[in-house]
């Protein structure tokens, strides 16, 4: 069998592997926004109890022979007001369509050590580059959200420096501000460097990047909105490029770029993903990638290793 004849089987078979794995998704969409509305009501209720606990416990005197030691009691309630404060923030963060971040208490923009690091890998890099010195270096999380680091009047450029050459990505900053703020904080914070364009997602036909490996979704410390307006009003040509996530409140630091039409008609009716930017050169890139030799299960690992060298913002 030819390689073009395999490349096809192999992407019928995954698309059917997707087409099953979307009814799951959908079913997961559901109960997230049905928890969703759990967790924004319960963190309102919460605040109504503790208020009309309050009113009765100042009202009535406290009996001395019953009442808890002083110390337990006051970090009881301080714990108690945390996560109920927590609950508050993430709920307001929800309604207004920001990021929601795992501790409201951290400053945005803090790195804070995870340990996390990508798996010992000892293929080559493609294309005759050398594997970056920090491809095993362990990424900080930002429990505290990303810092705000957009400027009113910029046009963001995003150039990707991978083994093969590089990838431009007008960024849309206008369309989706909070997709694009989260994408470039990381960038300047040199999250992305060193790290791999690790998967060839041929059933939805999208190069996935972001994250570790082909087995590690990682967890940034924060949670980012859907921004949908531009994937409703033009779809999701090739060359889009858009969060990875199931969902609202479940896109991190992994993205997509979309490089066949298998991926609009994925998604088209039913748009998931936040288009936060376009590919304006550097699409051969990933023509290079998806040719490359397969290893292992799935078809959606390689022979060789593409990098992203270095991830620059340029302002225009």
Sequence with gaps: MSSNKQRKARQRAEREEWEKEQERLAESRRRRRMLLGIVAATGAVVLVIAFVVALSTARDEPDQSTEEPLGENTEMLASEAAADAQASAAASAMAAGEVVAEDYTVEPGTPVDSGTKPARDNRRAACGAKTPANARASRPRYPGGPADVLRDGVDYVAVIETSCGPIT????????????????????????????VFRDFGAIAAAQAGSGDNTVTWDIGYQL??????????????????????????????????????FDAGFRDNPTQTTFGRVLSGMEVIDTMTAMERTGLGGESFAQRLFMESVTIEKR
Excluded: H
């Excluded at 007008?170 to 791999?196: C, H, I, M, R, T």
């Excluded at 307006?229 to 969902?247: C, L, M």
């Design 169 to 196: 990505i007008d960024l849309l900053e206008k369309d989706a501000p909070v997709a694009v703020n989260s994408f470039v904080f990381l960038a300047q914070e040199g999250f992305y460097d060193g790290l791999e």
């Design 225 to 262: 909105p859907d921004e949908l307006s531009v994937a409703k009003r033009e779809g999701y040509p090739i060359g889009t490029v858009t969060t990875a996530g199931e969902g609202p409140y479940t896109a991190g630091s992994e993205f997509l770029i979309a490089y066949g039409k298998e």
